[in-house]
């Protein structure tokens, strides 16, 4: 299990750092968000689009939040525009469409070679908005949409399609409707 935390500061030494050892980010992101946290996601955006340093894994882990929680990571999103460091990037818990939309603009401008979707809630709606990062990647490896019950067919034709059209070369490709074991 990644370590997360709630305290986006806690990575910004870290990236401020000159090295050639990769990060691994991860953020749990939960409940209310006041203006200093708020700020907090905005520095650590900026810090990560500003790192000379690799991040292996953006991590973000969501549980039941407020209004404040999208609008700070809607706020943390736009930063991240033109970040060029994250190798990967992980969704897990509840993550819905409108937390996905909030990195929309990252996702026009990168490199990604991972994307991974945890027991999410994303759906139809969801990759119907990520189809033009999808259709456009060349750089993605590895994708992950299992364990999310609103994967139906009809999003793995529309991503699949997407990637077809793009030729993208993935090299490890999970998909399942639900959680199988269930």
Partial sequence: MPFVTKNPS??????QEESSE???VGLFLSGSINDERRSEFVALGKAIR??????RCL???????????LDAFRAFGAELV??????????????????????SGFFTQNDLRGIQFRRTDVDMSTFTMLRPFFSQTTSLKVLDMSQNP??????????????LEGGARLETLNLGESNLDG
């Avoid at 806690?10 to 990236?15: D, F, I, N, R």
């Avoid at 970040?83 to 990195?103: R, Y």
């Fill in 50 to 55: 500003q790192t000379s340093r690799s991040i």
């Fill in 150 to 163: 609103g994967v139906g067919d009809d999003c793995i034709n529309l991503i699949l399609g997407a990637l």
């Fill in 59 to 69: 991590w973000l882990r969501f549980r039941d939040g407020d209004e404040s929680l």
């Fill in 22 to 24: 990769p990060l691994h």
């Fill in 82 to 103: 033109g970040a060029t460091a994250i190798q990967s990037l992980v969704f897990e818990g509840k993550v819905g469409t409108a937390e996905v939309q909030c990195m």
């Fill in 10 to 15: 806690y990575y910004l030494s870290a990236l």
